[in-house]
């Protein structure tokens, strides 16, 4: 069974920074494009960004410039590094792949923003 487990999440100030991580299991990794998605309470979840399994990305106009997406094929691990939050940015990450046709999420990890 694929398992995704997403790490790195916690308070941060405002203009703070996280880097986020999601290791991946029993899947073969580098052929498949990876998603960061965010949910904020009371919203739905959202596209963060989009690693292709060639390396191109693409982000939210929301987080242009502040995050980078990357990924580490051979850790089987996907980041997404993120500079000068706002409070807004808060929400529980998930780290996402379509794997045979299926969403596959992990559990989430918590970003909070606050002074």
């Known amino acids: 069974q694929v398992q995704l487990v997403e790490s790195g999440g916690g308070l941060v100030q405002p203009g703070g920074s996280l880097r986020l991580s999601c290791v991946a299991s029993?899947?073969?990794?580098?052929?498949?494009?990876w998603n960061w998605y965010r949910q904020a309470p009371g919203k739905q979840r959202e596209f963060v960004a989009i690693v292709a399994s060639g390396g191109g990305t693409n982000y939210a106009d929301s987080v242009k410039g502040r995050f980078t997406i990357s990924r580490d094929n051979a850790k089987n691990t996907v980041y997404l590094q993120m500079n000068g939050l706002k409070p807004e940015d808060a929400a529980v990450y998930y780290c996402?792949?379509?794997?045979?046709?299926?969403?596959?999420w992990g559990q989430g990890t918590q970003v909070t923003v606050d002074s």
């Open positions: 029993r899947i073969a990794f580098s052929l498949y494009a």
């Open positions: 996402n792949t379509n794997y045979r046709g299926s969403a596959l």
